[in-house]
């Protein structure tokens, strides 16, 4: 591997065929792959450590769990900050509050209002909040956080317990708002 997109977990492979001076390596298949000669493949633990990954359906969920009490006290040490109190009035989005939907004259994105799957929600904490330390919330604490903000959202009670286990279970309000655009593959829910 040598590039991958962080966000989504596409791995996205580049051919640099047309330098004149290209290093050869073989990967796992033992396909020669050809390279310009820079930096030095990624070793398999970074590669390991990199593949975190949640699919919509909970594939690649760590064990783990965390409480909507847990995830409120986490989120008003590290996530308040920016997002305000309960997600509402930080100088980053909003996460919650969205009170007109996605069909008024000014759209609100928030978790309960955008976005389709909790687990993609799960992903986007673990890897990149809080924005000041990226990936440093332990899983349970991952779990926590995710598990307030369904709350504050309305899609959650107060006493739900977020885990592997659970999450893939939640149904987002918008789950189906978004249009297929794979018009020859099933969707698969």
Known sequence: MYIRNSIFGVLVFVS???FAECDKTTNAANTTIEGPGLGQPAPEEMIKAWNISIFPDGTGLPIGK???AEGKVIFKAQCAICHGPAGIGGAAEELSGGEQGLTGEYPDKTIGTYWPYATTLFDFIKR???LSAPGSLTVDQTYAVTAYLLHVNK??????VM???TLPKVEMPNRNGFVWIYPGLKKSD
């Open 163 to 165: 885990s592997n286990e």
């Open 66 to 68: 965390g409480t909507v």
């Open 155 to 160: 899609i959650l009670p107060e006493d739900a």
């Open 16 to 18: 640099f065929a047309s």
């Open 128 to 130: 990149g909040m809080p």
